[in-house]
């Protein structure tokens, strides 16, 4: 997702090519993922999710570096991500699972495409404001990639995911809910990319590359499946006492507050201070 902050406060006219075309082949690819569900392809839909995903974590990297952040790529991003990272996975599950299991499979689906909606109005409204070493709930992309990794290991293993469906369900459902919950995930934008590394670790890269291109199904549904099950144990480890506000609320929960909402806290002192010495 691209970053809101310091964009052009006057119109421009024109859009940015670059961009914007990164945008478009993320569309692009969820599109595809919907129509090759669809047709049975369930393989080639899950693929073409993670390539949504590629394609979501370019854009907003080439906007920076080549200065072409705009309102419009913002919001043109947001439309493409609802398409990639909630209609997708939403219709691939059903598609693939839960269109046998009548209203509580496309019921399922729904809460999973709802969620994503209200997690990206979320994101949008904190953009600037929220802690970026943290994700206020699992983000989108992340829960579409539970969700397509579960289904190419299950066609890869040539389950039948029809006869999962109570199961798949569930965790569509889950997934869902984890993404419009308060729990606190790792947003790893605090890592030092540009920062030098040892030997060692760029091997261990290389090793990870070999394992993922051997056993891409399989590592990748075990790496996200570890990341959407991280937040609710960072979230209660990190409270003395777990409440209802960190599991699912407003903004104005209990250590989800923004910086607005500090800097008028203090801006309120100041005036009581200043009322007072008047009186």
């Known amino acids: 997702m691209p970053n809101r902050d310091n964009l052009p406060t006057t119109p421009t006219k024109g859009i940015y090519l670059l961009p914007n075309l990164l945008t478009t082949a993320g569309l692009f690819s969820g599109f595809f993922a919907v129509v090759s569900s669809m047709n049975g392809h369930f393989e080639a839909a899950a693929i073409a999710i993670f390539v ?36 997708a996975p939403g219709l691939v599950a059903y598609n693939w699972a839960l269109s046998g299991m009548g209203k509580f499979g496309w019921l399922a689906a729904f809460v999973f495409v709802a969620a994503a909606a209200l997690r990206l109005a979320r994101f949008n409204t ?41 199961v798949f ?27 030098k590394v040892n030997f060692i670790v760029v091997l261990l890269i290389v090793l990870v590359f070999v394992v993922v291109a051997a056993s891409p199904a399989e590592l990748l549904s ?38 607005n909402d500090q800097s008028t806290n203090t801006e309120d002192n100041i005036k009581d201070a200043k009322n007072s010495k008047g009186s």
């Open 169 to 195: 369900g569930i965790i569509t459902i889950v997934t869902g809910l984890l993404m419009v919950s308060n729990f606190r995930y790792n947003s790893f934008k605090d890592v030092d990319w540009k920062g």
């Open 222 to 259: 075990a790496i996200f499946i570890l990341y959407a099950a991280s937040g609710p144990v960072t979230t209660i480890r990190s409270v003395k006492k777990l409440k209802l506000e960190h599991v699912v609320g407003d903004d104005q929960d209990a250590e989800f507050k923004s910086s």
């Open 52 to 87: 949504a995903m590629i394609f979501d974590g370019l854009d907003g990297r080439v906007a920076r570096m080549t200065n072409t952040q705009s309102e419009f790529g913002a919001e043109y991003d947001s439309m493409a991500d609802m398409v990639s990272f909630g209609i």
């Open 126 to 166: 904190q953009v600037g404001v929220a802690d970026k070493r943290y994700f206020q709930g699992l983000a989108s992309p992340a829960a579409a990639a539970v969700i397509a990794s579960l289904v190419w290991l299950g066609t890869e293993y040539q389950v039948n995911g029809q006869d999962l469906g109570l």
